[in-house]
C-alpha cells in the first residue's frame, strides 16, 4: 500500500475531526492552505453553515508579503468577522497541517484579533 502526504493527512484529519465540532456559538474554526493560499472558516457544524470566511484570495491587504505574513493578514481578518457575528470562542481546528509556520501565524494573530480558543 503507498502512502502519500493527501494519504497521511486525510488519516491526521479523521482523527482530529472525530473529536472536534462546532456550534453556533463556538464555532469551528478551520484552515486551509494551499501552496499559493490559504483559508479561514467559522463553521457550525450542527447546522452545516458557515459563519464567516478569510483568504488570502484575490486580497489586496495581502499583496507583496509572504506567505506567513499572509496568514497572520488572515487570521486578524476572520478575528474581526467573528467578533462583529458576536462570536468571541471557538474550537481549532488545523486540518490535518502542522501547528507550525503559516497554521501557526494564522492562529496566533486569531488570538491576538481577539478569539478565545
Known amino acids: 500500500m503507498a502512502f502519500s502526504k493527501i494519504n497521511r493527512r ?6 482530529i475531526r472525530k473529536r472536534i ?12 492552505r494551499s501552496n499559493k493560499q ?10 452545516g453553515v458557515t459563519l464567516a470566511s478569510a483568504s488570502s484570495y484575490k486580497n489586496k491587504a495581502v499583496e507583496n508579503k509572504n506567505k506567513s505574513e499572509q496568514a497572520a493578514v488572515i487570521g486578524k481578518e476572520v478575528a474581526e468577522k467573528a467578533l462583529k457575528a458576536g462570536i468571541e470562542s471557538v474550537v ?3 486540518n490535518g497541517y502542522l501547528y507550525h509556520g503559516r497554521v501557526k501565524s494564522l492562529a496566533d494573530s486569531a488570538r491576538e484579533g481577539g478569539l478565545k480558543f
Do not use: E, H, N
Open 21 to 32: 465540532t462546532g456550534t453556533s456559538k463556538v464555532p469551528r474554526l478551520t484552515v486551509f
Open 92 to 94: 481549532f481546528d488545523r
Open 38 to 47: 490559504i483559508y479561514a472558516q467559522l463553521i457550525d457544524d450542527a447546522s
Open 10 to 15: 486525510a488519516k491526521i484529519k479523521r482523527r
